[in-house]
């Protein structure tokens, strides 16, 4: 009888490379803060409660929540002072007068995961991008038509990761989403879909860092996500060149520089993130695709398949896409890279 393989101890690492939002569903109702010397001042609304009980405001406060879908800084702008429990820097001050013209269901912010000690980032989050591309890797193109279900339980079989707790010196700020896709088939310009979306990520140089252990073939499980990760860079900067978008363009470029284990997780990617029918792959995917009627009917179009990108705005401008980041595992003896 042979003997299973030993587990590998380790710690990973993954470094954000463009602002990441791996969320939990939950979000800030514009009601729950105010925008405020260029930050999101969170209040803490059951301290509120407890200070205004018994006085004459805590009337006003209660009525102006019931009829309220933001709270009116001229009237309630010393609670962001005075009972915020968080404040979250904006992206850029610029951030503020779109904030002001934003419907009001458009400044719920979706908030970066926290657990019972703080933020965290759920080992799904890794688990579901690698799992996206071993799966490209072990599915050739020409079974593509004809693929239906296969298992994803086989992937990663030798992998448990936890969950990951950031770094000291760790960041998150606001930033000011939309979605851009072509305005004709082939063309340069650009049509902006009408509802942005302001969301909290982690920024550019935050750290998480987690234990696990590893068995198998991981380095060749490591090439295969390098592969499809470099499949998805290649679509990306060829839409932001297609469009002019010179930011974008050079935030993409600095990623691929980056090098490594590159992934694209959370909020935001969209099709391409989750998708095993990157570039050249979708010929053959066409069959099993037109079987989807929301599918079929995109691909029914003379637009490039998917057409749309989530970009997000930096310094005023369309900047870069989120969720980048580079993974790297460590031994816990020597803690040296593999």
Known sequence: MSTPPAATPIEWRLT????????????????????WKDQVNVLDQSLIFRRLAGTPRMEGYLAELGRARRLEFKSWGGYAQSYAVR?????????????????????FIPTFCTGPRGKLLPATALKGALKTALLAAQLPPEQLASFRNMSAAKLLRGWRLGDGAPEAGDSYRVYYARVAAPAKPGGAELRWKPAPAFVECAAPGTVFRGRGTVTGDWAAEFSSVTAQSASLLARQREFAATHRLGRLERSLAQVEAAGGCLLNLGWGGGFLSKSITVGPRLAPARPLL?????????????????????????????GTVPGWARLEYYAIPNLQPF
């Not at 954000?16 to 925008?35: E, Q, S």
């Not at 992206?91 to 400044?107: C, H, S």
């Open 290 to 318: 037109e079987a989807i009627p929301a599918y079929r009917r995109a691909l029914a179009t003379a637009f490039s398949f998917p057409k749309s990108q989530r970009i997000l705005y930096l310094g005023g401008e369309p």
């Open 87 to 107: 404040r979250i820097p904006l992206e850029d001050p610029g951030l503020v007068p779109l904030w002001e013209q934003a419907k009001d269901e458009e400044i």
């Open 16 to 35: 954000i490379l463009t602002p990441t939002l791996v969320g939990d569903g939950k979000r800030l109702a514009p009601i729950d803060y105010m925008v």
